[in-house]
């Protein structure tokens, strides 16, 4: 299965990072609720384990909290690969308004 990831910059601490990133199924229910289902996540370590849907295609992936960075991998199904650059982009943008200062 593809692969798609983002690196987002923060000047936090990794708590108040992780902290933040707490939010992160939250914040996608609220601004995306028509367009992303099945919501889930779970910390293991210092990595956030998602699962959503959007349109139908499941998207899986972890963000792994680090001192000055959030790093994001996921697996993108074959059926989303036209749409990798959009998913990226978005959850880039979220997550930068996540950790911003």
Known sequence: MPKFGVRVPHTLTKDEARSRLERFIEMLESKFANQVSDLSQAWEGDTLKFH??????????????????????GDLPFAAMMFKGKIESQIREQLERLVAA
Not at 52 to 69: H, Q, R
């Open 52 to 73: 959503f849907k959007t349109y139908g295609i499941p998207l899986d992936g972890g963000i792994t909290v680090a001192d000055s960075e959030l790093n994001l991998a």
